[in-house]
């Protein structure tokens, strides 16, 4: 059974820098994404950042490029999204999702990410 941890969300003011974790049990990495997904309170799911397994290959959205960073560390199956320079926009439930096997480069399509996790809570204060 596959399941996503993620971990390191908390409560900082804008400016500051936070690591969120994703931890993959049930599924080694392989050719599929990972992607962070974010909701903030009365709004869609939006994509963050996505990296691809196999090739290492990345995509942001405008609204984090520059700011956040998606990376993996394949010994302990983990994939990470490191924030810098928070703004309260990015006050959000941030998810991390697995998609389908068979890609090679990251992607950003939410219908084809299979697997979820709970979601940890990220707020900025101003």
């Known amino acids: 059974q596959v399941q996503l941890v993620e971990s390191g969300g908390g409560l900082v003011q804008a400016g500051d820098s936070l690591r969120v974790s994703c931890a993959v049990s049930?599924?080694?990495?392989?050719?599929?994404?990972m992607g962070w997904f974010r909701q903030a309170p009365g709004k869609e799911r939006e994509f963050a950042a996505a990296?691809?397994?196999?090739?290492?290959?990345?995509l942001y959205a405008d609204s984090v490029k520059g700011r956040f960073t998606i990376s993996r560390d394949n010994a302990k199956n983990t994939v990470y999204l490191q924030m810098n320079g928070l703004k309260p926009e990015d006050t959000a439930v941030y998810h991390c999702?697995?998609?389908?096997?068979?890609?090679?480069?990251?992607?950003?399509?939410?219908?084809?990410?299979?697997?979820w996790g709970q979601g940890t809570q990220v707020t900025v204060s101003s």
């Open positions: 990296i691809n397994l196999f090739s290492g290959s990345t």
């Open positions: 999702a697995a998609s389908k096997a068979g890609f090679y480069v990251a992607n950003a399509d939410v219908r084809g990410y299979i697997y």
């Open positions: 049930g599924r080694t990495f392989g050719s599929y994404n």
